[in-house]
């Protein structure tokens, strides 16, 4: 009885899901009658009638805001899923060693434009850290375990049996995990709350159709690397998404600047003033995001590029210390990616944009490592990668020239290390001269080595970007040179009993570098083209300019009115660049003052028939430069030291002498002024070369306690 009712309870259980039709043939049915049960026959309830869910454009925000809320969510699970786990990648064979292996990594990611503060919540989070070198003990644990696999391969343990193959694996597999320490373990902070940032806000683009337009005709090398990166994908992903990243919005805004702002050049009044308005939109949207940029970020291609575009910005506002913020993080993302460890063989789809993206870091660490004086980020002997070289098959002329344009770095970071360094500074004059000499020899390569490529590209590359522009980088870079060529000879010791202060060499590359420079302004007068901004952001300031210095110090010491005329040459020819920016008006007025003092020194430096208050006159300018007047001249000229009054906080200070000098003493002719200038020593070549510097910057600051002649 009881399964009887077990059954009609069931068959009450499937009754709504059998077809009425069933049933419907005979009541009761044969099978009930059979059994002796009930039949029951339930009807089939009519299907409701469903309301229909209209679709609204309300509605569809909602779904977006959802599928964007859980994309976020879906990145905080990864993130903290690769906090507890290590990325898989391809190892290095056991005969590579450990320091040389490079790790294949994403290039770029896309990450919401809200994210977390903590590196490892990015999607970059499973990238591997870079190699570490041959001092690490991930390297030295590695040799271990090679060691052991080859003694066991070459004996009797090998047929020892499976406990020591398994003992052999997990030594292997504990090498392997120390050499993929992924960012989110070794870049995250364990103990850290996560902290939402949110993305850029309250910014205004400009009008799609005009960032399309000009994309579209940026034909010119000098957009190839930008173009490189789909960089319409990206300004798209700006302009029409919310789930960009920051580093996507700093690129998209670099680059459509530089673009509004080159074309606006091309353009009548009225089109010039809207292009040019633009720009300033995309610089101010571009500067907001740097400056709002955190410490951690993402280890990515798109973070390196972001941060060279902000570096590269920043010295076309005359600031290199911003830059060298920029670029030093950079070079810190370079190396964690492995990018200067890049083997020659790695052909994958973006490993020429990684390169790229390390020598124009490389670039910009070794320039301003001279301008600033400051060791580089990127040593050469730390480098593996191949260096770009003038043997190379280029297809394009960008990347003909990016070539000079690395090689003239190497020099420029090579000068700082081997001759103005406070390790360089401390050798002997033999060493100091052969080092000067090495130099010499490879700024003399760099000047062959650009005329081959002229030959060769220069065709190609002014069909593309035109006449002007190539003409104008083509002088710009020999100014550049020569001005290197002047800082060699400078640190030269000169041999003792020397009648000048500076070599002759040193003179005629400061002469020459004038000389250069005239061409480049008569290029930059007959082009329709504003080039003279980019001149002294990126030739006048980028590098320290001595040449003007010299030739100064040059007329003080004999009065050469030649080279006074340069002076006031030079001078005349920068005026109009002085309303490019700040850096560039003090730049301007600095060597005003001194072409003025320079003229006011000469004028008294005549007979003035023993007028007390021409020497007077004459020592008071000498006191403004830091300079000693006669009677210091000749406690110093006792002592053999250099005895400049200036003072290193920005201003100058007074001199602690009274002026003793009288007017017999004053000379005529000329003024040998080796204990004035003359360096005897490394102390006192790397005392000049910062206090060339930071006469500059005092000039600039306190430039109103000087005179100014018409």
């Avoid at 690129?251 to 809207?274: M, T």
């Avoid at 003038?390 to 090689?407: C, G, I, N, Q, S």
């Avoid at 006449?467 to 010791?493: E, G, I």
């Avoid at 006469?695 to 109103?704: K, V």
Wanted: some cysteine; charged content about 20%; aromatic content about 8%.
């Amino acid at each position: 009885m009881t399964a009887r009712k077990a059954l009609s309870q069931l068959q009450t259980y499937f009754a709504p899901l059998v077809t009425t039709a069933v049933f419907a043939r005979q009541h009761p049915c044969s099978h009930c009658v059979n059994a002796k049960i009930d039949c029951i026959i339930v009807d089939k309830k009519p299907r409701e009638k469903r309301t229909r869910i209209l679709v609204t454009s309300e509605y569809e925000k909602k779904i977006d805001q959802l599928n964007r809320r859980m994309s976020e969510v879906l990145s905080l699970i990864q993130g903290l899923k690769n906090d507890r786990q290590l990325g898989v990648c391809s190892h290095a064979s056991l005969d590579t060693p450990a320091g040389a292996k490079t790790l294949a990594v994403p290039s770029s990611t896309t990450s919401p434009s809200s994210h977390t503060t903590q590196p490892g919540s990015d999607d970059a989070s499973s990238v591997v850290l870079g190699a570490e070198g041959e001092s690490s003990l991930t390297a030295h644990s590695a040799f271990a375990s090679n060691f052991m696999h080859h003694v066991t391969s070459a004996s009797p343990l090998q047929s020892s049996g499976p406990e020591m193959r398994d003992t052999l694996d997990a030594l292997s597999n504990v090498v392997a995990t120390l050499k993929e320490q992924t960012v989110a373990n070794e870049m995250a902070y364990p103990h850290a709350r996560p902290i939402q940032r949110s993305g850029p806000s309250g910014y205004e683009l400009p009008p799609i159709q005009k960032a399309a337009e000009l994309i579209r005709i940026a034909k010119s090398f000098i957009y190839e690397f930008i173009l490189a990166r789909n960089f319409s994908d990206i300004c798209l992903q700006v302009y029409f998404s919310d789930g960009f990243s920051e580093m996507e919005f700093i690129i998209v805004n670099a680059g459509l600047h530089s673009l509004f702002e080159d074309y606006s050049h091309r353009l009548p009044a009225e089109e010039k003033a809207a292009y040019q308005g633009h720009a300033r939109k995309c610089r101010a949207n571009l500067e907001t995001a740097l400056s709002s940029l955190p410490l951690h970020l993402p280890t990515t291609a798109d973070a390196v590029t972001a941060l060279l575009f902000g570096a590269w910005h920043a010295i076309e506002l005359s600031k290199p210390y911003l830059s060298w913020a920029l670029s030093a993080k950079s070079s810190e993302l370079c190396q964690t990616l492995g990018y200067h460890r890049m083997p020659d063989t790695d052909n994958s789809g973006d490993a020429e944009l990684r390169r790229f993206l390390f020598w124009t870091n490389y670039f910009l660490d070794k320039c301003l490592s001279l301008r600033l004086g400051r060791a580089s980020t990127i040593p050469d002997w730390d480098i593996t990668t191949h260096r770009p070289s003038t043997t190379d098959t280029h297809k394009e002329a960008v990347m003909a020239y990016f070539v000079l344009w690395v090689e003239s770095a190497r020099c420029q970071g090579n000068i700082y290390e081997l001759l103005y360094s406070p390790e360089a500074v401390a050798q002997t004059a033999h060493v100091r001269q052969s080092r000067a000499e090495l130099l010499i020899s490879n700024l003399r390569m760099l000047e062959q080595a650009t005329q081959e490529t002229n030959k060769k590209w220069a065709k190609v590359a002014k069909d593309n970007a035109g006449k002007d522009v190539m003409d104008f980088f083509a002088a710009s870079d020999d100014t550049l040179r020569l001005s290197l060529l002047t800082l060699v000879h400078r640190a030269a010791p000169q041999p003792t009993g020397a009648p000048t202060t500076f070599s002759p060499s040193c003179v005629e590359a400061a002469r020459a570098t004038l000389h250069r420079h005239q061409d480049c302004l008569a290029i930059i007068d007959r082009s329709s083209e504003d080039f003279l901004p980019s001149y002294l952001h990126w030739t006048l300031l980028f590098t320290p300019f001595i040449p003007f210095i010299v030739i100064f110090c040059q007329v003080i010491e004999t009065q050469d009115k030649t080279d006074l005329e340069r002076l006031g040459a030079f001078v005349e020819s920068i005026q109009p660049a002085a309303a490019a920016s700040d850096a560039a008006a003090k730049l301007c007025r600095l060597f005003q003052v001194l072409h003025n003092v320079a003229a006011r020194y000469v004028e008294l430096s005549a007979p003035y028939n023993g007028q007390p208050q021409a020497t007077e006159e004459l020592d008071m300018y000498l006191k403004l430069l830091g300079m000693p007047n006669g009677e210091e001249r000749s406690v110093s000229g006792q002592h053999g030291q250099q005895e400049f009054a200036h003072d290193l906080g920005g201003s100058f200070a007074q001199a602690a002498c009274d002026d003793g000098a009288s007017a017999g003493e004053l000379q005529t002719g000329p003024m040998l002024m080796s204990p004035m200038m003359r360096m005897g020593n490394g102390a006192q070549l790397e005392e000049w070369f910062s206090r060339n510097q930071d006469l500059m910057q005092s000039f600039q600051s306190a430039a109103h306690h000087f005179p100014m002649e018409d």
